[in-house]
């Protein structure tokens, strides 16, 4: 995967949150109607059914699992199973951990330097927007 490492990485980590928002809310056009426990599942021939699992919900924030299902002959495979933060109200999508990246506390400690945290956070959410694009040009959609 390519990478870009901006200079200014707190206004690109925040412009990369807003993007993000926008391509969810492309995949869900629903997405702030989301009610508790909902799964959305997009089919597309031939490919890893998408899913969508609401964790939470606030008047103002949810937080979705979103993940491909790989069905095998003999397991289901979720993958990548990242962790959302949506904000409704600042329109913004901030990817929280997924199943090889932990949340940041656990990854960094309790009291991490604002570079690492800095640096963590950028590495989530441009994995997140290269991933959501990839579901859009792959024609993905929650109607």
Known sequence: ?????????????????????????RLVPELEAMASMVTAVPQIPGKPALKFRLLERSP???????????EGPFQVLEEPQVRLRVSLDAKTVE???????????????????????????????????????????AEYCVS
């Open 1 to 25: 995967m390519s990478s870009f490492t901006p200079v200014e990485k707190s206004l690109w980590l925040h412009r990369v949150c807003e993007a993000n928002y926008q391509r969810l809310n």
């Open 60 to 70: 103002f924030t949810l937080v979705l699992e979103v993940t491909h299902d790989f």
């Open 95 to 137: 990817m929280l951990s997924d199943r090889e990246r932990p949340d940041l506390h656990d990854a960094l400690g309790k009291e991490p330097a604002p570079g690492r945290v800095l640096d963590y956070k950028w590495t989530l959410n441009y994995f997140l927007s290269r991933w959501l694009d990839h579901c859009l040009e």
